[in-house]
């Protein structure tokens, strides 16, 4: 007993100590061999002088000696007779246990291996990726070769099929880029598990196997293996083992600094891990983006190979069939090839792209590599630009698979080498806001998603599919976001300078450069109106449509700005964003097209009829309905409503009751209407009941009459599911406004209860700090207040509620979340009924702004 509880604290303190050492931290490939190493070495201490029937070897990580501080310590113990050894396995892995090993064993004979050859590919893929450690070496070599032995050309074909498969798969559940903003280490695309199948589908395809019985890592020893065999070149080859150390390094970090196992590279981690780096806080985002070069290097080879094993497996087609593009290339079977006798020019490459877009086509294992190679030269050198920007130009008019031909030239290294101020944004990201992707893979990615709108009936797909020309919405959308490395705030200002001198590059007309400029300065400003602004208010309208001169300038707009918020992540293009920016559009579009005002736009499509809007209650008079109407001071309120919701509205009031409450289902939100007497602080505590009732609000328009009683709606969804409000909460959430109204709901308590109910999803899904900005803007009515924030639970009610504390009065809110941002604007009066004065408003920033860093 005393000699396992002596290896157990030797291997303890072994342990801690190769984790702590700073050289170690910062070398994956030294720690991970290590760390296997130690482990190898306890376990020969704690078994070595037993003999045992059966072979004990490692598997996994373990075998590749690429083990992380909390990865799983994998054993695959092989059996010719599982009763004959069961006792005795029991008593082995009971002493790894008891000596501080945790490990995780299974048992294979070797009837398993034609079983899982058959049905099971990643426990097949076990079988060949292990390393004896101890037991019976004849055994374990007598394993060895029957894996190989069964393992035919046909079971070849199918086996790397499947590997296809399985890499796609993958790509489906971790995400297909290499440049997703918080990854998964290990398993999305470029991670480690990119490099460990190209490795796989080596091993199969050569029957080799690659853990040399030598004290290197499973990684170091394929590298060595691809240059000794030519099977890529010495600087790919050192690109490769440069790139995947530092994510084998990345993730035993990971594991270091949060002491468990996690393979999630989130913003938090990001910052923990470069600082090992001597990275800071603030620059933290260069370290991430040599992450990513990494990640894209990593990604890159492994679709070459899969590209080479797909191309050696595939029957050929016979060489009849090659159709020559050019003097230079050729294609067959959609894949081209380079015949040329002169190395790749940048305007050659460029002219390969151009025929991969036109045709729907893809390079060849050797094109991909000779671009790769080649690109290098024209880094930092001059080139032929009038003929690159003619190829350029090419790529951007094609009738398709333009997005995808601009991704694939930014994957090989292309596409910042040809514009080099979009080299900056490879890699490029933004801390904590809503973004999925770097810079560069967003920009490629709107492009892409306006593609997929061919033959879409929606409204902007259609708009889309009206297009005579898309070059000129391609090039600002590729040039959109090109100013953010400079300066995030402003980044459109700058970006649009930047833009014009790039398009006067390409050799564009001036007509054409205005356009572009045009668009990547104002590329914000459709969201920020449609999603912050009364859509119903003229002066917001005449503000917006004087910023045009052509109706094509504002559909383009239009167009520009679905793309890049499509592009964000699957959740911020939502029906009800979609319904807003459609809105703002046709309103636009009609007073550009008619030369109206917002005023005149607005009176002429109110034509509110007393009979018609009463036909819909019996309850209701034409009077009651002229009444109603006159009663409200503000012409948007028919612009908001239904002819039906409004008698509703009507026949709720004149029934006299205290509270109304109308709740309506649509497509992506639960619509809630309160009906009620005003009174101090009223639209806080409506917020605050729908907040402990886990309602999101996304939108809130209010609305008073002369005589006090006050129409609130709100658009919310489940909180937790994103999904509208299930009608078996109807009741409650009745009940609560009920409460409320008559004080005897205290809400301090309820939030109390509410944040003890949902600390783990608000530590989940409202996970960091951030900047708080406050401003104003004027407007002809009101004061309008912009707050950003990181989100919380029961913002908009602490807000409103210390709003109301300021005497301030809200006639109109809308409120719009990105990600664990919140973004709420706030029409407002003072409690004399006028807008807020000068002298005030430092007050309301500073006691806003402390309600809020209280909350975070």
């Known amino acids: 007993m005393t000699d396992v509880l002596t290896l157990k604290k030797n291997f303890y303190r072994d342990k801690e100590n190769l984790f702590k050492n700073p050289a170690l931290q910062k070398d994956g490939y030294k720690l991970s061999k290590a760390y296997s190493l130690l482990v190898e070495e306890c376990i020969e201490k704690a078994l070595g002088d037993k003999t045992f029937n059966f072979a004990v070897a490692s598997s996994g990580s373990f075998s590749r000696r690429e083990l992380a501080p909390f990865s799983d310590i994998d054993l695959m113990i092989i059996v010719e007779s599982f009763e004959e050894n069961e006792e005795e396995i029991k008593s082995i892995v009971q002493i790894l246990w008891d000596c501080g090993i945790e490990v995780s064993h299974t048992i294979r004979d070797f009837f398993d291996i034609e079983k899982f050859l058959a049905e099971e590919l990643n426990t097949f893929t076990q079988f060949f990726e292990t390393r004896f450690l101890l037991g019976n070496s004849d055994i374990y070599n007598k394993w060895n070769k029957k894996v190989f032995s069964l393992i035919d050309d046909n079971a070849i074909v199918r086996l790397l099929k499947e590997y296809f498969q399985d890499i796609q798969d993958r790509y489906d559940k971790y995400g297909d880029s290499p440049k997703v903003l918080e990854p998964n280490v290990k398993m999305t695309a470029g991670g480690l598990r990119d490099l460990q199948a190209v490795e796989w589908m080596f091993i199969l395809k050569n029957k080799i196997f690659l853990n040399k019985q030598n004290e290197t890592t499973q990684a170091e020893n394929f590298f060595s293996i691809l240059e000794e065999s030519n099977y890529t070149t010495l600087t790919e080859c050192s690109r490769l083992r440069k790139s995947y150390k530092l ?8 594991h270091i600094t949060s002491k468990q196992k996690t393979d999630r590279f989130e913003f938090n981690a990001q910052i923990k891990v470069a600082k090992v780096f001597g990275y800071t806080k603030d620059n933290f985002n260069l370290f991430m983006k040599e992450y990513f070069e990494a990640t894209t290097i990593i990604n890159r080879f492994c679709k070459t190979m899969v590209k080479r094993f ?40 460029l002219r390969a792209f151009y025929y991969r877009g036109f045709y729907g086509a893809s390079f060849d294992e050797n094109l991909r590599s000779q671009i790769i190679q080649n690109i290098e030269k024209y880094k ?169 001169n052509s109706i094509e300038d504002l559909e383009l707009l239009y167009l520009l700005t679905y793309a890049d918020l499509s592009a964000v992540n699957s959740a911020v293009w939502t029906s009800w964003k979609s319904d807003l920016l459609f809105e703002l559009l046709s309103k636009s579009k009609a007073m550009l097209e008619e030369q109206k005002t917002g005023e005149e736009l607005l009176m002429s499509s109110i034509e509110l009829i007393p009979k018609e809007i009463s036909k819909y209650s019996d309850e209701i008079s034409e009077r009651d309905v002229k009444e109603h109407i006159e009663s409200i ?42 009906i009620v007497q005003d009174f101090p602080s009223l639209l806080s505590k409506l917020c605050g009941v729908l907040s402990i009732n886990d309602a999101n609000i996304h939108d809130a328009k209010i609305f008073t009459r002369k005589d006090g009683i006050v129409i609130d709606t709100f658009s919310v969804t489940d909180f937790r599911s994103g999904a509208t409000i299930e009608p078996e909460k109807y009741g409650k959430i ?100 006028k807008k807020v004065s000068e002298s005030d408003k430092e007050l309301i920033v500073s006691e806003l702004t402390e309600t809020i860093t209280q909350m975070l």
């Not at 599919?465 to 995030?488: G, V």
């Not at 900005?773 to 004061?783: K, L, P, V, W």
């Not at 719009?816 to 941002?821: N, P, S, V």
Request: charged share 25%.
């Open 310 to 349: 797909n191309e050696e497996i595939s029957n050929p087609l016979p060489d009849a069939l090659f159709i020559d593009l050019d003097a230079d290339y050729r294609m067959k079977n959609k894949v081209i090839s380079f015949w040329g006798e002169q190395s790749l020019t940048l305007s050659t490459i």
């Open 380 to 548: 930092n050198a001059s080139f032929d630009e009038l003929e690159s920007s003619v190829f350029f130009r090419e790529i951007l008019r094609l009738e398709k698979n333009v997005g995808q031909t601009l991704s694939v030239m930014n994957e090989l290294g292309v596409l910042g080498t040809f514009l080099p101020e979009f080299k900056d944004l490879e890699g490029f990201l933004q801390h904590g806001v809503y973004h999925c992707y770097t810079a560069d893979e967003h920009t490629l990615m709107t492009i892409q998603n306006l593609e997929k709108l061919d033959k879409d009936t929606s409204h902007v797909g259609k708009l889309y599919n009206t297009l005579k020309s898309r070059e000129i919405l391609f090039l600002s959308l590729l040039l959109h976001d090109i100013a953010k490395p400079i300066n995030i705030s402003g980044h459109e200002i700058i970006g649009a300078e930047m833009a014009s001198s790039i398009a006067q590059r390409l050799g564009y007309s001036d007509s054409e450069i205005e356009q572009v400029r045009f668009l990547v300065y104002n590329h914000l400003s459709m969201e920020q109106v449609a999603f912050r602004r009364n859509l119903n208010d003229p002066e917001t309208l005449n503000n917006f449509t004087s910023k045009f």
């Open 633 to 674: 001071n503000d012409i948007t309120y028919a612009q908001q409503f239904t002819d039906e919701e409004i008698a509703k509205h009507v026949e709720e009031i004149e029934r006299g009751e205290k509270l109304s409450v109308i709740f309506k289902e649509l497509a992506d939100f639960t619509s809630i209407t309160v």
């Open 247 to 254: 994510i084998l390094t990345v993730r035993n970090l990971l």
């Open 734 to 833: 009745k009940s609560d406004f009920k409460k409320v109204v008559n004080g005897i709901l205290q809400l301090n308590c309820e939030f109390k209860n509410l944040k003890s109910r949902w600390w783990r999803i608000e530590n989940k899904f409202f996970k960091r700090t951030g900047k708080i900005n406050i401003s104003f803007e004027d407007h002809d009515r009101y004061t309008i207040i912009d707050i950003i924030s990181p989100d919380r639970l029961g913002f908009l009610y602490q807000i409103t509620d210390k709003m109301s504390e300021l005497g301030l009065y809200i006639y109109f809110a809308k409120i719009a979340t990105r990600g664990d941002d919140i973004v709420d604007a706030f029409y407002i009066l003072d409690r004399n009924g």
